[in-house]
């Protein structure tokens, strides 16, 4: 059961068995408009649109179309993700997955849809999740000038459905590192990923080499043949193909907008509808600036321009209610000083909500062996930094990675490095000073971390081609190992890393805005329980109640809506070891069988309410718990009146 202490009434002084609430039927099928009737780029072969199919026939009719769609609406924060309800949305997930990158299955995140549906099933089971980033590639989706490979965009359908289906919102990226993989020769210690090899025949790029490098991402710095290439795509190069002369941004752009109709014709409305928008490119870098251009130049007279050119062909494609999620300059927010450059869109006025501000983040100095182990709050800026870059855009941040290695030679911080990258996503604030001032906790942040991929450890990658230099081993691609999951000799897919920081409470809708949230995870570091937001002595019966045990805090401002608020509960909040304090009645509380806590709200827009839920010691008792109750209601009302 749940022990639920609600308003105070004869029943609220005792722990309460929950009721249940089951979960709802598939999601409903809305109608979508169909994609406009335009003509496409004619320089590529291409099959004639189709309708989208229809849903299939008999499904059971939707008990909540509203909470099946999704819409960036202008807030005090720039703007925020609602659903039909109104309600606010964060979405949270993993990529799927750099097995993209490889050849192995035709750069394909699953060899096949059984395998998509099995790992959808593992991902929303083992973590909670509610979104995912799918990978795709531009190499197999136009492997020559002068055609689409369809059965790719087929399979890439399919195995966007199947995340569809389970009830995934799902974000497509056409991803890209160092270019391509065909700049690198065979015998070569990096490779790259992302454009075709006709693209790279007709650059006639030098001989590659990094030199004396560490990391594969230092080709982006000293590499030639990755700069030119990558500064080429930005000035759209005109280069000789086979099929004619076709500039490189262009052909690009040309064959995206095939992949854009394909999706929105051939994944069935239902389907199309848990599709977030579009990732037109991953990690954008200029290779080489212009002469006397700085980074935030280049994002303004090239990146941008690019940007606005996908966003056209979005709107051409049947896409115009789905924004295009912009990704500024690489190393706009590194953590290393001397590798940070300017951008983030400074350049420009405003995006608004048909573009969402895309960043990544990651630890550098953690990564780079420059840094120890990650400490309470050390990352809040760096994410405050993203969530404000957004509103002052006028749209919502969204962290499409971030991540640590589960191998190699910084490993050891991976405990304490994803433990600091989900507090700053939470809130502003260093657990530290959560409790004194969680007025400047601010909104909580959508992200998939890098990365899900269930071939972990399995991997037959011939490297640049290579058949006498064949990698097997972590993620199969410059020595990385990133993914969270694997799958073991049983055949059972299972996570690598603490459950407890992976499958997190999180506000997945609020009905009205989140005004503060926190969760303290207690992570492991090996036999080290990690505590980073301590109750404090003054609340000391709430600290009795909670105990050493995992909990979350959410406030919120109600909203005019009905729909009830709804937060994830991971799988160490067992039905019998869950206790939720909060000042709605007990029976405004409810648990589904899908792991959702409901916390339903009176009609009175406006009202600022506070739930927290924990899995401490076993059932306190009463009179412990209208303690608590009371103290968690007294610093409510001392740190958000009226």
Not at 179 to 185: D, E, K, N, P, T
Not at 491 to 511: F, H, I, N, Q, S
Request: charged content about 25%; some cysteine; glycine content about 10%.
């Amino acid at each position: 059961m749940i022990r639920s202490l609600g308003a105070a009434c004869a029943l609220s002084l005792v722990a309460l068995p929950l009721p249940l609430a089951h979960a709802a039927p598939p999601p409903a099928e809305v109608a979508r408009a169909a994609a406009l009737d335009v003509p496409r780029a004619d320089a590529l072969a291409d099959v004639p649109g189709a309708a989208a199919p229809a849903d299939p026939p008999g499904a059971a009719a939707p008990a909540d179309a509203a909470a099946r769609t999704l819409t960036l609406v202008p807030s005090a924060n720039g703007a925020s993700y609602r659903d039909g309800h109104g309600r606010e949305v964060v979405l949270r997930g993993f990529n799927i997955s750099g097995e993209v990158k490889l050849a192995e299955n035709g750069n394909l995140p699953f060899a096949d849809t059984a395998d998509a549906r099995e790992s959808a099933t593992a991902l929303r089971e083992s973590t909670g999740a509610n979104a995912v980033r799918f990978l795709l590639s531009w190499e197999r989706v136009q492997p020559a000038p002068d055609r689409i490979d369809h059965d790719y965009l087929r399979q890439v359908t399919e195995q966007i459905a199947a995340f569809a289906d389970a009830g995934f919102w799902v974000l497509p990226d056409y991803h890209q590192d160092l270019y391509s993989r065909h700049l690198f020769r065979p015998d070569s210690w990096y490779t790259g990923d992302g454009a075709p090899d006709w693209v790279v025949d007709g650059g006639d790029y030098p001989p590659e080499s990094c030199g004396i490098c560490v990391h594969w991402g230092q080709n982006m710095m000293n590499n030639q043949a990755v700069k030119q290439a990558k500064a080429d795509f930005w000035h759209d190069r005109r280069i000789p193909t086979e099929a004619g002369p076709v500039g490189v941004r262009e052909a690009f752009l040309d064959q995206a907008e095939i992949t854009l109709r394909h999706l929105a014709t051939h994944l069935t409305p239902a389907q199309f509808q848990r599709v977030l928008g579009f990732d037109p490119m991953n990690e954008p870098h200029a290779g080489e600036l212009d002469d006397g251009q700085d980074a935030a130049e280049w994002e303004r007279d090239l990146l941008w321009p690019f940007f606005e050119e996908f966003r056209a062909a979005m709107d051409r494609a049947g896409w115009q209610d789905k924004p295009a999620y912009v990704e500024p300059a690489l190393f706009w927010n590194n953590n290393v000083p001397f590798v940070r450059e300017p951008g983030g869109f400074t350049e420009l006025d405003a995006l608004g909500t048909r573009y969402v501000f895309n960043a990544h983040f990651y630890h550098a100095l953690a990564q780079s062996g420059l840094y120890g182990k990650a400490r309470d709050g050390e990352n809040s800026a760096d994410f405050a930094e993203i969530r404000d870059r957004a509103a002052d855009l006028g749209t919502t941040g969204f962290v499409s990675e971030f991540g640590h290695p589960l191998g190699g030679n910084t490993a050891e911080k991976f405990p304490t490095v994803l433990k600091g990258l989900y507090q700053g996503m939470d809130s502003r604030l260093p657990g530290a000073d959560w409790w004194q001032r969680p007025a400047e906790s601010g909104p909580v942040l959508s992200g998939t971390q890098w990365q899900w991929d269930v071939y972990h450890g399995r991997h037959h990658e011939e490297m640049n081609g290579n058949p006498d230099k064949v990698r097997t081993d972590a993620d199969g691609w410059n020595g990385e190992d990133f993914s969270v999951v694997h799958r073991d000799d049983t055949g059972t897919l299972g996570l690598r890393a603490d459950p407890r920081v992976l499958d997190r409470v999180y506000p997945r809708a609020v009905d009205g805005s989140t005004l503060a949230f926190s969760y303290e995870d207690r992570s492991r570091d090996g036999d080290t329980t990690l505590t980073w937001n301590r109750i404090p002595a003054e609340l000391p019966a709430l600290r009795e109640v909670v105990g050493d045990g995992q909990f979350g805090v959410l406030v919120w401002r109600d909203g005019p809506g009905a729909a009830p608020t709804e937060l994830h509960l991971p799988a160490t909040f067992g039905e019998r070891a869950t206790t939720v304090l909060s000042d709605l009645d007990a029976d405004a509380v409810h648990r589904t069988e899908d792991s959702r806590l409901l916390l339903s709200a009176p009609d009175d827009p406006g009202a600022v309410h506070v739930a927290l839920i924990a899995n401490g010691p076993g059932a306190p008792a009463p009179d412990r718990l209208a303690a608590a109750r009371a103290e968690l209601t007294g610093w409510l009302q001392h740190n958000f009146p009226g």
